[in-house]
């Protein structure tokens, strides 16, 4: 099927690629849940505890920190699930179209029909971040925040980024339209097209690292709040002075 004089296309091939498109889709969402847990849950957990961190990830808050709400870290992340599908659902339906195009065009009816050519539905799959090692103190009983901790998963928000492109662009291995669209330069075009589909859907994580909305500038001003807290209260007793008063009292003021 090499020969540059070969145009046309395999009906039963292209209702194939639903598969690897599909197979691809659930790669993708696994993958984008595994790196947030492991390169921001998991590190953070064992860095912020609080009844806030609690709520800003949208781990369960039985200690005090209330219900997490719908800017929770973990809604967030859920947010995406629809827009997701939508990119990969679309793309299926573009494969489709085309499909549907050759076929109105070989059939010998000269007259354009839909329904012909098909590629079974998916199921849109919601990104369930796990947020669960989150917790309101540590084993001790602590409400605490490591600066280092914190600086570090803060800093290392971009390259979060760029793992989640990698895996991905990854998967534009999985569609191979060679056998579907037969010449003209098809298959290169719906290929060169997917992993153009992958790498845009990656940028929608870009609210990680890029905005004063972002999720680094997020820790960054947990980390100021925290030291400033300190601070203000080392501050007050460090300016305390007692003096007698009336009564016999001392007071700091």
């Known amino acids: 099927m090499a020969d540059d004089g070969l145009h046309g296309y395999n009906p039963q091939n292209v209702a194939d690629l639903s598969t690897p498109i599909s197979e691809a889709y659930e790669n993708c969402v696994d993958g984008i849940v595994e790196t947030l847990k492991e390169e921001i849950v998991t590190p953070i957990s064992t860095a912020w505890y609080a009844p806030e961190a609690c709520k800003f990830f949208g781990s369960d808050t039985k200690e005090g920190g209330g219900d997490a709400d719908g800017n929770s870290l973990k ?3 859920k947010s995406t699930s629809e ?6 659902d679309g793309f299926r339906k573009d494969i489709e179209s085309a499909g549907q195009t050759w076929f109105n065009n070989t059939s010998g009816t ?3 029909s839909t329904g012909d050519i ?3 539905e998916f199921k849109q799959i919601d990104l369930d971040l796990d947020v669960s090692a989150i917790e309101a103190q540590d084993g001790s009983g602590n409400v605490v925040l490591d600066d280092a901790g914190v600086k570090a998963v ?3 928000l971009s390259q979060v980024q760029e793992d989640i492109k990698a895996k991905m662009t990854a998967e534009k291995d999985k569609l191979d339209a ?3 669209f037969i010449g003209g330069g098809q298959a290169d075009a719906i290929e060169g ?3 153009r589909l992958l790498e845009a859907i990656s940028t929608i994580f870009k609210w990680l690292s ?3 909305d972002s999720l680094q500038s997020a820790f960054n001003a947990a980390m100021a709040k925290y030291g400033e807290v300190a601070s203000n209260i080392a501050l007050a007793y460090n300016n305390a002075t007692f003096e007698e008063s009336g009564d016999g009292s001392g007071g700091a003021a």
């Open 75 to 77: 809604e967030v992340v």
């Open 83 to 88: 827009t997701i599908f939508n990119c990969f």
């Open 110 to 112: 000269g007259t354009e």
């Open 118 to 120: 098909t590629l079974p």
């Open 154 to 156: 803060s800093d290392n």
């Open 178 to 180: 060679a056998t579907s």
């Open 193 to 195: 097209c997917f992993e």
């Open 210 to 212: 890029q905005g004063e």
